[in-house]
């Protein structure tokens, strides 16, 4: 991972940038197989707050039922944005490491274009 938390400070270092310039989402080889992914591709992760559109990377580290995505990038690569924002009633926390999605590979010509 080449940015620390919200990247702020590791943002100012042009080698870090050019290591790491765009959000992803890390899924593994069964399931972009089952929704259509080739590595690099772009996937759109919907929440019931949103989505956002991404490259994906294929990994046979991760858990066929988990989709990692980092939090380091802002606007419309911010995955935080389908993020719930209710409490937890406990600890008073966001759930942060967690949320529903679906995933679709995306079609959508022009939008695709902007990436």
Known sequence: ???YQTGVQT????SLVARQFEAYAELHPDTAKTYGLQHGELVTIKSKRGSV???CRISDTIRKDTVFVPFHWSKHQSINQLIDDQLDPHSKMPGFKYCPVKLSACVNEKLCEKF
């Open 53 to 55: 559109i991404i490259r």
């Open 1 to 3: 991972m080449a940015h």
């Open 11 to 14: 943002r100012r270092s042009t």
